[in-house]
């Protein structure tokens, strides 16, 4: 399988965010998406996942030769920010997704199965999440993407403001869980990439660039990636466009 980006292009107001994009991206990898704060990274993934209306181009994905439109069906999407309806327990919350997707899912464990697994402890399966942390509610939505068993999973900035633990137990899990998708993990944290990732792609001056790490060691390739990126912010927030009025 492989998704595919064909001249994708984004404009506010008059601003270039992303331009031309083209990059086809691989199944069982997961990518790096880095790019310094205001790139472009969240844009590029609402119009990806059709939350935004792309001014130019297409996203496709190549499965058993066939291609096919990429649909919000064919994406999971993890915000920076977790959204879970609090007014339920992580339990009601899980059992209700699998009801709702149930047709869509090859293999459905028991619940406490999945809660194992993201490692939400037997006390908290029937707390109400609007009394969960930031980190577990961010785990509950990192669990049902992931179940819903989407051909791209599209993760913006879930580790950030996640303590040392819980982002290590997240990265094991994205780690074993990468066969069979495709995975966009974006940061702008170059450490966190370097180590989650086994391709680096940069959002820079609105296009994708894949840094090539052969014969490079660790020090240099890091001083490729700050080089590359150096100049290459957009600050497209509405904070912005009012200063530009």
Known sequence: MEFTIEHLAKNFEKKQVLRDINFTFEEGKIYGLLGRNGAGKTTLFNCINSDITKDAGECYLIKNGQKQQVTPEHVGYVLSAPTVPEFLTAREFLKFFIDINSDTMSLIKPLD??????????????????????????????????????????????????????????????????????????????????????????????????????????????????????????????EAFDRRK
């Open 113 to 238: 199965a999945y809660f194992d697994e993201m490692r939400i402890e037997p006390e908290d399966r029937d707390r109400l999440m609007k009394d969960y942390s930031h980190g577990m509610k961010n785990k509950m939505q990192m669990l049902v993407n992931m179940i819903a068993e989407p051909d791209i999973l599209l993760l913006d900035e879930p580790l950030t403001s996640l303590d040392v633990v819980v982002a290590e137990e997240m990265k094991q899990l994205l780690r074993a869980k990468k066969d069979r998708r495709i995975t966009i993990f974006s940061t702008h944290i170059m450490d966190l990439a370097l180590d989650l990732c086994d391709v680096i792609v940069l959002l820079s001056h609105g296009e994708l660039e894949v840094v090539d790490k052969e014969n490079l060691g660790e020090e240099q390739f890091k001083e490729k990636i700050i080089t590359a990126l150096k100049d290459g912010a957009y600050d497209v927030t509405p």
